[in-house]
């Protein structure tokens, strides 16, 4: 299979538009949760961050309603396009139910990825208003009038952190999806 042109069937396409809705889904409430605890550890970071990035949110709701919402706006798509990806490497190749249960560990393993990579983040975020990384973060924290700058730089880096972690997971799932899929292809 070309990774740049595959070739599937129509209802191979059909497959890979319900995997990365299921992927949506699932990405969207890893946002969720992930937002109501980082939420719990800086509320700034949400009120005078996140709520200008999500300008189009209601600022009068309550905050963790806000919070929610923010979550899982900000991971539906990422769910999305990880599950479209890993459906592209395996749908052509698998049975529909093996392709899900192959995708959908490649899921977990980005979402143990997203979230291992968040609590080391948290540990290693300046714990110290003297601590030599804070002047990095001075300009922000001025301009959004940060009245915790440990607990919003801690936010900071967890999510900056899941991001990342997230990204590692899904290259190291597609990666193994790739190099462990079976050799003769079985038609959808």
């Known amino acids: 299979m070309n990774l740049l042109y595959p070739r599937f069937t129509l209802r191979q396409f059909g497959w890979m538009l319900v995997f990365g809705l299921i992927g949506s889904i699932i990405a969207g409430l890893y946002g969720i949760v992930h937002d109501q605890i980082t939420l719990r550890l800086g509320v700034e970071y ?35 396009f990880a599950a479209w990806f890993m459906a592209r490497l395996t749908l052509p190749h698998e049975s529909v139910p093996q392709a ?4 959908a560990s490649g899921v977990g393993g980005m979402m143990i990825a997203a979230a291992t990579l968040a609590l080391m983040a948290a540990q290693w975020a300046p714990k110290s208003l003297a601590d030599p990384r804070l002047p990095a973060w001075e300009d922000m924290l ?18 900056n952190a899941s991001y990342l972690g ?12 790739r190099v462990t899929r079976p050799v003769k292809a079985t038609p959808v």
Do not use: E
């Open 46 to 80: 949400f009120t005078k961050f996140k709520l200008l990035q999500f300008y189009y949110l209601d600022p009068s709701a309550p905050i963790h309603i806000t919070a929610m919402k923010i979550g899982f706006l900000a991971t539906w798509w990422v769910g999305f």
């Open 100 to 103: 899900a249960r192959r995708c």
């Open 142 to 159: 001025i301009s959004y009038n940060i009245q915790d700058p440990l607990a919003f730089i801690r936010v900071g880096y967890i999510h």
């Open 166 to 177: 997230g990204l590692l997971g899904l290259l190291a799932a597609l990666f193994w999806l």
